[in-house]
């Protein structure tokens, strides 16, 4: 009997074993880590997105700019004017090479270095002594021109070459000239606006407006003269108004139609004919003082 209670209560044991979950098991069969946490499936796990700070490129430390960087500017400048060409704002102690390559119109690339470590410059391909440093490489890398001229026109890259990328800033320089203006009348009630070797070229308009026409001559230094003729039949426009508008500036000019309204042939011809009146009133007077002189002596 005590044989049988033993089996009879082992029996019970592992039927009550059975029976009841053990703690550590889930009922989809997944392990139960202790504290609740449940690692997912192999194939739950996801990649997550990087925020839109993770994407960009990591900033160094001391030059809190990314490491490489890409910087291209128009700038627009008056013929004779003295203008400053910047670099990127890399501290020299970042630095390692400064280089300006200058590439204008017409002519071979310029080269200009600076090597940090060793102070030496090199220069290729560069005679034009109007560009220079601003102060000198060890203590700016920026280029200065004394004095634009329209050959200046082109493109201007400071790259610095530092131990973690290089930093390029690109200028596009764009010389501006101020054009001559002038105004004059011309035939049947016309005038003429010119605006003479502008860059770019300058717009000419009207004011009344007439019946214009406007025609563009191109320089070989990249100049435009600009011309527009322009009339008006209304006998009650007596005078106009040119207005030039330009990149260095805006001028307007106003003249009387009634000023040169007439032709030079039709003026050659009065002045010819008050001349050829005056001959003949003194041929009549001559003459006259010659019959009279005549009659005397016959007497």
């Known amino acids: 009997m005590k044989a049988f209670g033993k089996t009879s209560a082992l029996g019970l044991l592992i039927s009550i074993t059975i029976l009841v979950p053990d703690s550590s098991c889930s009922s989809k069969g997944k392990v139960q880590e202790p504290g609740g946490y449940q690692p997912p499936e192999p194939w ?79 220069e290729t391909n560069c005679t034009d002594r109007r560009i220079t440093w601003a102060s000198t490489p060890d203590q700016s ?11 200046h026109d082109g493109y201007y890259s400071c790259v610095i070459a530092t131990p973690n990328g290089n930093f390029q800033k690109r200028h596009n320089i764009q010389v501006l000239l101020p054009p001559a203006v002038t105004l004059f009348p011309g035939e049947n009630r016309t005038a003429v606006c010119e605006a003479t070797a502008g860059k770019p070229p300058a717009q000419i308009s009207w004011t009344p407006e007439g019946y214009c026409k406007t025609k563009n001559e191109s320089h070989s230094n990249g100049t435009v003269t600009v011309r527009s003729t322009c009339q008006w039949d209304h006998k009650k426009v007596h005078a106009v108004l040119c207005s030039v508008t330009h990149s260095t500036g ?37 003459g006259f003082a010659f019959f009279q002189k005549r009659n005397y002596f016959r007497k």
């Open 44 to 122: 739950d796990y996801q990649v997550q997105e990087p925020l839109d700070d993770q994407l960009q490129v990591p900033l160094d430390d001391q030059l809190q700019e990314p490491l490489f960087s890409y910087v291209n500017i128009t700038i627009s400048v008056q013929m004779g004017t003295k203008t400053l060409l910047l670099c990127p704002p890399v501290p020299p102690t970042k630095a390692v090479v400064i280089t300006w390559v200058i590439t204008l119109r017409g002519q071979p690339p310029c080269k200009i270095s600076y090597r940090v470590e060793t102070k030496e410059t090199s």
């Open 141 to 151: 890398p920026d280029l200065q021109i004394s004095a634009v001229a329209l050959d």
């Open 250 to 286: 805006n001028r307007i000019l106003s003249i009387q139609l009634n000023q040169g309204v007439t032709s030079p042939l039709h003026s050659l011809l009065t002045i010819l004919y008050v001349k050829l009146s005056l001959l003949g009133i003194i041929l009549l007077i001559m």
